[in-house]
């Protein structure tokens, strides 16, 4: 499989735990977005790499939480202390550089529960 | 970011055309139209985009206004694998990067 994937798919944590994510995206692809949605809603933004760099963070990206792109390819999304309101499901997309055409290629999702 | 306006939910009977409205009135030029999916559990996946001309491709077909002002995606034949929430977005071709804004999209319910 060629499209972006993301570990775990599920997870289950106490109030309080560190949690980390991973995203590997499509081997190509330059650029790599993650995204948060509730129940209801649309995905909302939370941070943006170009290779490395990470170039855009959301206010919805607290202190508690930190990403990272080591060597622009796969990427970590980790979140200390974690409380309720930190369950959502944590989706990672992944694009080249073509402006206004570039497709996102979303992952599978992974899908916190901070009990 | 320029905003996109759709209805909350939609119904269709299996195997009739589904059209998809989504208003976004403050388009500019350069904002290109791009329509994703979310089928349940799932990340969103893409179904198409156009800039001004209508579009067709395997999964759908995107009707663009001669203004820009609002666009339709067409389902030709919905099927039940076809029950989703479907995302109009806008995305600029003005160079650089750009944050992706997501609204709360259509829940499209196919009825068998």
Request: glycine letters at 8%; aromatic letters at 8%; one cysteine or more.
């Amino acid at each position: 499989d060629t499209g972006v994937s993301q570990d775990p798919r599920h997870k289950i944590t106490k109030r309080g735990q560190n949690v980390t994510f991973r995203c590997d995206p499509i081997s190509e692809h330059n650029r790599l977005y993650w995204y948060r949605q509730t129940l209801g809603q649309g995905p909302e933004f939370l941070t943006y790499f170009q290779n490395e760099a990470q170039l855009e963070k959301s206010r919805l990206l607290s202190d508690r939480f930190s990403a990272e792109r080591p060597k622009g390819s796969f990427s970590t999304l980790e979140i200390q202390r974690t409380e309720q309101g930190d369950s959502a499901m944590y989706l990672c997309a992944s694009t080249a550089s073509r402006v206004g055409a570039d497709t996102q290629y979303f992952g599978p999702g992974t899908r916190l529960t901070v009990l | 970011d320029a905003k996109t306006t759709q209805p909350n939910s939609m119904e269709s009977n299996e195997e009739e055309p589904v059209h998809l409205p989504c208003n976004h009135s403050t388009i500019s030029g350069t904002d290109y139209i791009h329509w994703y999916r979310q089928l349940p559990s799932q990340g969103p996946e893409y179904v198409i985009h156009g800039l001004t001309s209508n579009v067709n491709n395997r999964m759908a077909s995107l009707a663009i206004a001669e203004d820009r002002k609002s666009s339709t995606l067409i389902l030709h034949r919905a099927t039940l694998r076809d029950a989703a929430v479907y995302y109009c977005i806008l995305r600029s071709a003005a160079g650089g990067y750009q944050k992706v804004t997501f609204g709360t999209g259509t829940k499209l319910q196919v009825i068998p």
